[in-house]
């Protein structure tokens, strides 16, 4: 199991203190802006749009404000232009890490994230030096308690690809264009859903042993989340559940 994966849920049980601060909230709505952007505001026709969309309803936020926020991406309302930028370096430890952002200013956001990964004993990488050790793919996370060979089936079934073990969680693994069948193949089988998502998987993983190591590791990739126009971070770190459980104290 990668250790990234395991903060990454880590992270969203810790979604509640994000909504308090209004961050998570928008982040989702930039999200939603600029898949209706790119892509059109019909939900049907415009894949990542729906993937936003549930991502969004999910988290809590209002309808009202998610089609408003499709509609300041389509043009029907006035909004900020945010533009989609992503950026690449290393970590403590060597660890490979991409950070995907949604901008109104991309000179502020390179040099923001610049100082993070300076100050968090990382460097910054040109496009493409890390982006190579990570795969696009869908992911739908289903809670532990479902019984495995049944969630297995479904998943197959449905076109997944692979299923994981988070400790809490499965997570099943598929093609980024089958998300949206997958998940409804899985909900058809009677299994509930807690989250669906197209993100970046590490095809390898590098293993951080110590916790002091893994304490700095956890702060560069908590430094870059908090980060008002950081919309996801990914990274290949694998840390031992004992060692992540007691550096995320």
């Known amino acids: 199991m990668s250790g990234h994966s395991k903060w990454a849920t880590i992270k969203h049980k810790k979604g509640a203190q994000d909504k308090a601060r209004g961050k998570l909230f928008a982040k989702l709505i930039r999200q939603v802006e600029v898949a209706a952007r790119e892509g059109g505001g019909d939900i049907n026709a415009n894949a990542t749009l729906r993937t936003m969309?549930?991502?969004a309803r999910e988290a809590s936020v209002p309808l009202d404000?998610?089609?408003?926020?499709?509609?300041?991406g389509t043009g029907e309302?006035?909004?900020?232009?945010?533009?989609?930028?992503?950026?690449e370096g290393y970590g403590p430890g060597g660890i490979?890490?991409?950070?995907?952002?949604l901008t109104d200013n991309r000179n502020r956001t390179g040099a923001d994230v610049r100082s993070i990964f300076s100050k968090s004993g990382g460097s910054m990488a040109e496009p493409g030096a890390v982006s190579?050790?990570?795969e696009r793919k869908g992911v739908v996370s289903i809670d532990r308690a479902a019984d495995e060979d049944s969630v297995t089936l479904a998943a197959l079934e449905s076109g997944a690809e692979d299923i994981q073990d988070l400790g809490d969680q499965w997570q099943v693994v598929c093609a980024p264009g089958d998300l949206a069948s997958v998940r409804a193949g899985i909900e058809e089988s009677g299994f509930a859903v807690s989250s669906s998502d197209?993100?970046?998987?590490?095809?390898s993983t590098i293993e951080i042993s110590e916790e002091n190591e893994a304490r700095k590791v956890l702060k560069l990739m908590d430094a870059l989340e908090d980060n008002d126009d950081v919309q996801n971070v990914y990274s290949n770190f694998d840390i031992p559940d004992a060692i992540l459980e007691a550096a995320s104290v």
């Open 53 to 55: 969309f549930t991502k």
């Open 96 to 101: 490979a890490v991409i950070v995907e952002c």
């Open 198 to 203: 197209l993100v970046m998987l590490a095809n």
């Open 65 to 72: 404000t998610i089609e408003r926020a499709i509609k300041r």
């Open 132 to 134: 190579w050790q990570f």
């Open 77 to 87: 309302l006035e909004g900020v232009r945010y533009e989609a930028i992503n950026y």
